[in-house]
């Protein structure tokens, strides 16, 4: 059985950094690609960022373009987001996800694993 587990999540100030942590278990494809959505209060999932099952291709959304960076453990089921100069929008539930394919992709229903989700919130 499949499982995400996400970490890292917090309250954090405008203008801080964040980094979360995603681990997957319970795999049998090796060459999985990984990625991060969110989804704000009263919106749509959104994506995020996707790196694809070897690192060497990450895709990101506009809206975190130059503030994100995604990577993850070389041979390992590990992914991360770093995040810097957070904004109040970045406020959402941050999804990690995977897939049995060894691309990233930026739509929701690609990936067929999901973790339960950690909180980030933005103060001013």
């Known amino acids: 059985q499949v499982q995400l587990v996400e970490s890292g999540g917090g309250l954090v100030q405008a203008g801080g950094s964040l980094r979360l942590s995603c681990a997957a278990s319970?795999?049998?494809?090796?060459?999985?690609?990984m990625g991060w959505f969110r989804q704000a209060p009263g919106k749509e999932r959104e994506f995020v960022a996707s790196?694809?099952?070897?690192?060497?291709?990450?895709d990101y959304s506009d809206s975190v373009k130059g503030r994100g960076t995604i990577s993850r453990t070389i041979g390992g089921n590990s992914v991360y987001l770093q995040m810097n100069n957070l904004e109040l929008e970045d406020t959402a539930m941050y999804y990690c996800?995977?897939?049995?394919?060894?691309?990233?992709?930026?739509?929701?229903?690609?990936?067929?694993?999901w973790g339960q989700g950690t909180q980030v919130t933005v103060s001013s």
């Open positions: 319970g795999l049998t494809f090796k060459n999985n690609a």
């Open positions: 790196v694809n099952w070897n690192g060497d291709i990450t």
């Open positions: 996800v995977l897939r049995n394919w060894n691309s990233g992709s930026r739509w929701s229903r690609d990936y067929e694993y």
